[in-house]
C-alpha cells in the first residue's frame, strides 16, 4: 500500500505534469474550437456564394423575361394586319375580286348536321305588324296570354 501512496505523492510532487495537464486539456478545447469555427466558416461561405449565385441567376431570368417580351411584341408587330397587308402589296399580291374567286363544288361532300331549334309560334307571329310599337304589343300579349291583336 505504501508504493502506490509514495506514486501518489510523486505526481503530487510534479507541479509541472499538472501545469502539462492542464495546458493538454486547453490545447484540445482550443483545436476543437478552431474545427468548429473553420467548419462555420465553411459552410458560411457556402452559403453566401449561394445567395449570389442565385441573385445572378434571378436577375438573368428577368433580363430573359424582358428578352422574350420583347420579342413577343416584335413578332406581335410583324404579324399584324396592316403589315401583313403592305408587306403582301410590296411583293405584288393585291386582294381578289369578286370575280376572280372560283368555289369548287364537291359532291357528295359530308356536311355536319345542325340541330334547328324552332319554337311553335302563333299564327299572329307569324305575320308582321304594323309597327315595333304593334310588335310589342302583340309579343306582351302572347308572353302574357291575352289575346294578340287586342287593344291594351
Do not use: C
Not at 30 to 42: F, K, N, S, W
Not at 104 to 126: C, F, S
Amino acid at each position: 500500500m505504501e508504493a502506490t501512496a509514495q506514486i501518489f505523492r510523486v505526481f503530487k510532487q510534479a507541479p509541472w505534469r499538472q501545469q502539462t495537464q492542464v495546458l493538454a486539456g486547453l490545447s484540445i478545447g482550443l483545436m476543437i474550437l478552431l474545427v468548429v469555427g473553420g467548419l462555420y466558416l465553411a459552410v458560411a461561405s457556402r452559403a453566401g456564394n449561394a445567395g449570389r449565385d442565385l441573385q445572378s441567376l434571378e436577375r438573368q431570368k428577368t433580363e430573359l423575361s424582358l428578352e422574350n417580351d420583347r420579342l413577343r411584341k416584335g413578332l406581335a408587330d410583324l404579324r399584324s394586319m396592316n403589315r401583313m397587308a403592305a408587306r403582301a402589296l410590296e411583293l405584288g399580291f393585291a386582294p381578289a375580286l369578286p370575280e376572280q374567286i372560283h368555289y369548287v363544288a364537291v359532291p357528295d361532300y359530308p356536311q355536319t348536321q345542325t340541330a334547328a331549334v324552332t319554337m311553335a309560334a302563333p299564327a299572329a307571329a307569324t305575320a308582321p305588324s304594323a309597327s315595333p310599337l304593334a310588335w310589342l304589343r302583340d309579343t306582351f300579349d302572347q308572353v302574357f296570354g291575352a289575346e294578340p291583336g287586342g287593344g291594351g
